[in-house]
């Protein structure tokens, strides 16, 4: 049976008040919500365009940050969020005129009221600031796992999408001199992987970045919000008229009462969950098992003659059984030698 794999918690996750996780009334919807693409549990991309400062003089240096959300819940999307804005702006524009700070610092109304004064053309976050999103759903982060056998960890997916992130802005010719990222392990490992990967980047790795750095407080709100907003979208599915808005699964965390209920009351015998549900998650395996779910798959081990055998080679084989079975099921063979 292919191995679950359970993501531990990491601090952040653990300190969260999952009270405040869950999404408001009201709440910005912002434009890297893509519904249908949230709604069929595909993982997508959303850059914004150069904002208008830096692409009237694409000399300008920029400063960029990277940071998440969505890491331990069983529930939704882990998104990752990008920003970047001149680096002789990034401390005066978002600490001391907007007063951006780590996204679990500030209420959801707070995080909302802030991401749509990224997305106004008429603010000057807007004219100053580009941002960017990376949305891995929870099904492809579950098969990714369970495809291979826990190999291509969080942290690998997480580590890609960063890449992946960064080298778009890049792409788009912004010139970027410094970058923070929040780390997702060891910071020196993970700096030293990046910084072989972009060696013209001044790239720092730092525990809670999302507190030290500005750029990357900003990115934590662009994920945060965008997270929450795809929840909102993936419960559509479920909410009924009396529910009036609320989202019954709350933050969608294992440690959240409301999550674990209505996993427990929201469980198809066979199927489990839809595309709202990372499987690869001990706590989506250990209800299933405990229901006795028979959606199981034991794979056998891998044979060298049949990994080497071409699809025809299947076919060729079963209708040879098939000829071997008919001509033997009434007696035995008649062979020409007879006649």
Sequence with gaps: MAEIIDEPMDDQTESQNVAEEASIEGVFIPPS???????????????????????????????????????????GPMVYGLYYLPLSMHRSLLADTHHFDDSKALTPAVRSDLMEKVCSADTDLYQHSGWAIRSMSARDIAAAQLRANGTYNLNAQAMDATIDLIQQVLDQGVNIREVYIDTIGPPATYQKKLERIFPSLAITVAKKADSLYPCVSAASICAKVTRDAAL??????????????????????????????????????????????????????????????????????????????????????????????????????VTAEVF
């Design 33 to 75: 919500i893509h519904n249908e693409r949230v709604l069929s549990g595909e993982s997508y991309t959303h850059i914004s365009a150069v904002p208008a400062t830096i692409a009237t003089d694409m000399s300008t240096e920029c400063v960029l940050g990277v940071d998440e959300a969505g890491r331990g819940p069983v529930l």
């Design 232 to 333: 909102d979208v993936l419960y559509t599915s479920y909410a009924s008229p009396e529910e009036n808005g609320v989202i019954a699964w709350g933050s969608g965390y294992p440690s959240d009462a409301r999550c674990t209920t209505w996993l427990k009351g929201n469980m198809h015998p066979f199927f489990g969950w839809g595309n709202e549900c990372r499987f690869s998650w001990g706590t989506a395996k250990e209800l299933l098992e405990a229901r006795g779910a028979p959606g199981r798959m034991d794979w056998p081990e891998p044979d060298e003659a049949t990994d080497n055998m071409k699809l025809t080679g299947f076919f060729t084989e079963a209708e040879a059984e098939k000829e071997d079975g008919m001509a033997t099921w009434f007696g035995r063979r």
